[in-house]
């Protein structure tokens, strides 16, 4: 398969997969606001395995953003927050825990000023970076976790690009498999 199709692919499927979640959340109302766990932030440990997740999840935010009915800022600033999570979890791939902590700190560091500033939520930034952490500790670090255990196996399956050997956590590709 073609590489470049791959890779457009896998990013649409994972901001298709992040708009669905962040959806289903927000029904639950827990998609937004001062205390917020969104499903689809477990998909932020999605670039240990492809950067395709990078725009996958940045495309995805700010889709599910503006399906949700969030104002301007959140629009930008919330996407810009995830996006700087995946970059992050990319550079970080080599580590299945580290990978999950850049999501949490640039949602930690950015959304508690969106909730203040753009909703004029009271509680003050210090306490809204605890409420927004604590979230995304649930959704990137437990599920993301979770996921990550639940692909290892499988993620071979799923990329022509390569996977990663379940024996050491490498990355392989296929040019390097023999």
Not at 24 to 33: H, T, Y
Not at 147 to 170: C, F, M, Q, T
């Amino acid at each position: 398969m073609n590489k470049k199709v791959l890779f457009i692919t896998q990013a649409a499927v994972i901001a298709a997969l992040y708009t669905a979640l962040t959806v289903i959340a927000a029904g639950f109302n827990l998609a937004s606001g001062m205390i917020q766990v969104r499903f689809s932030e477990a998909l932020t440990v999605l670039p240990f395995f492809t950067p395709a997740a990078i725009p996958g999840l940045a495309i995805g935010c700010l889709l599910s953003n503006i399906i949700t009915g969030c104002m301007l800022p959140d629009i930008i600033f919330g996407s810009l927050a995830t996006l700087i999570g995946a970059v992050g979890s990319w550079y970080l791939r080599k580590n299945k825990f580290l990978v999950t902590i850049p999501p949490v700190i640039s949602n930690c560091l950015i959304i508690p000023f969106i909730l203040t500033y753009a909703y004029g939520i009271p509680g003050g930034i210090p306490l809204q970076m605890l409420t927004v952490g604590i979230g995304e500790v649930i959704s990137c670090m437990i599920f993301g976790s979770i996921l990550i255990r639940a692909l290892l196996p499988v993620w071979h399956h799923l990329s022509l690009e390569g996977s990663r050997d379940n024996n050491n956590d490498s990355y392989m590709s296929l040019s390097t498999q023999k």
